[in-house]
């Protein structure tokens, strides 16, 4: 098991940028697939963006592609999420996750590890 904490989020005017950042520890000698997810009060939990462990694959969602940028350093066992040009929409906890066997996927039951999360609030 690999342990995740959240870092980065806030409150942001639209228009605005926030990085996110998340720490793993624990089992980080294997090569995992990570991804964030984000969850808007009365909604489910969806998927956001990941990246393989050699950062050679990365997938979007269509509503933050062009937008949001992953990326990960894996000398600090970190993961990274760049958000520009956020709109009241992108208001949600924002999730960490980590996948043992580096698959990259949208279903959040299909990850392994999660962390606490971070509030992510963009006014308008």
């Known amino acids: 098991q690999v342990q995740l904490v959240e870092s980065g989020g806030g409150l942001v005017q639209a228009g605005g940028s926030l990085r996110l950042s998340c720490a793993a520890s624990?089992?980080?000698?294997?090569?995992?697939?990570m991804g964030w997810f984000r969850q808007a009060p009365g909604k489910e939990r969806e998927f956001v963006a990941a990246?393989?462990?050699?950062?050679?694959?990365?997938y979007y969602a269509d509503s933050v592609k062009g937008r949001f940028t992953i990326s990960r350093d894996n000398a600090k066992n970190t993961v990274y999420l760049q958000m520009n040009s956020l709109n009241s929409e992108d208001t949600a906890v924002y999730y960490c996750?980590?996948?043992?066997?580096?698959?990259?996927?949208?279903?959040?039951?299909?990850?392994?590890?999660w962390g606490q999360g971070t509030q992510v609030t963009v006014s308008s």
């Open positions: 990246i393989s462990w050699s950062g050679g694959r990365i």
């Open positions: 624990g089992r980080t000698n294997s090569r995992y697939a």
């Open positions: 996750a980590a996948k043992s066997n580096d698959a990259l996927s949208p279903i959040p039951g299909l990850w392994d590890s």
